[in-house]
């Protein structure tokens, strides 16, 4: 149990501070800017367009939080920083932070969505539409790839040898499969950007001729037949009950008899408080979507069970999205 005092609930009620000067520091790309060698606020201001006072009292802030080094009036993103949070390294999590500050923009109306009065969109331009997406799939393939490895061991593909990715953005689970399973084909399913993006990763790592990338709207359109695996991973979430009968259902029919489905989500304990990461998600689904929650085991299976689904259990429970529910088709 937590216990909790005047000072810690109002450390609470502060966090928000450090989290919103990362966030502008990040969508400012000032850790990029400022890994190669040190600049000065007056240098930083002329290279982003900004205002030199408020880039200088930002930039101390940073360097107080430990994220920059600041010395002789010069700023720099020290190396153990640096590969974490500029955008030429490799491993960044830069895609990660850049998405949570499309998060927050959301969030901010949570008090009135509770309220009932659901906040109004800002229209944003297609350009802006599109960074957010590359930004939210970029962040995605950050979580995953560490992550995908672990998944594929404890769902065990077997004999599988044909699978459908539902949702597989930059393809970083269809690559986690393919690679233990020399045998296996994989069909690839989502948005017509995204799979351009997924395409990209694909034909780096070697595997594009295994895999059919096919765009396409799982709210509107069926998938192709004939698969012995189906891979939902971080799907349901952003869905209503609703919504994910439908998805199960056409995820049925593309799947031959004895065929699988997989289902990466968190998983709920039935109380709906535990795990702590699903129960903060729920809020995020709620500012995200009309319909979305994180659903319970019990949820789950009914669901599946609707749908036609047999032999359903829950492989794996998890504290971070990590949960993993199976069923097959009669």
């Not at 190396?79 to 390294?89: D, G, K, M, R, V």
């Amino acid at each position: 149990m937590n216990t909790f005092s005047p000072e810690t609930i109002l450390g609470l009620a502060r966090n928000f501070m450090e989290c919103r000067i990362l966030l502008t520091g990040a969508e400012l790309n000032l850790f990029t800017l400022l890994s190669p060698a040190p600049l000065s606020p007056e240098e930083i201001a002329a290279m982003i367009g900004a205002d030199l006072r408020a880039v200088t009292i930002l930039l101390d802030a940073l360097s107080a939080m430990g994220l920059l080094v600041k010395q002789a009036g010069k700023y720099h993103c020290p190396p153990s920083i640096s590969p974490f949070l500029s955008a030429e390294a490799s491993n960044s999590i830069l895609p990660m932070i850049l998405h949570m500050a499309h998060v927050w923009e959301r969030w901010s109306g949570l008090t009135s969505i509770v309220k009932g009065l659901r906040v109004q969109e800002k229209s944003t331009r297609s350009s802006q539409d599109a960074d957010e997406l590359r930004a939210f799939i970029g962040a995605m393939h950050v979580i995953a790839a560490p992550l995908a490895p672990r998944i594929v061991a404890a769902v065990n593909p077997g004999t599988s040898r044909t699978m459908l990715d539902v949702g597989g953005g930059s393809g970083v689970y269809a690559l986690a499969f393919l690679q233990p399973v020399p045998e296996m084909r994989c069909t690839l399913f989502d948005r017509p950007a995204v799979i351009e993006m997924a395409r990209e990763r694909l034909s780096k790592a070697g595997v594009l001729s295994r895999v059919n990338l096919t765009p396409g709207d799982f709210y509107r359109d069926e998938f192709p037949p004939g698969h012995d695996l189906a891979f939902l991973s971080a799907i349901i979430h952003q869905n209503s009950p609703e919504q994910n009968l439908n998805l199960y259902l056409k995820v049925f029919r593309a799947l031959v008899p004895g065929g699988r489905i997989v289902i990466r989500d968190h998983v709920m304990a039935s109380d709906r408080t535990r795990p702590k990461d699903g129960a903060l998600f729920a809020v995020n689904m709620l500012v995200s979507t009309t319909g979305g929650i994180t659903y319970t085991y019990g949820d789950i299976k009914d669901c599946l069970t609707k749908a036609g689904f047999i032999r359903i259990r829950l492989l794996q429970s998890g504290e971070h999205m990590d949960g993993l529910v199976e069923a097959f088709k009669p």
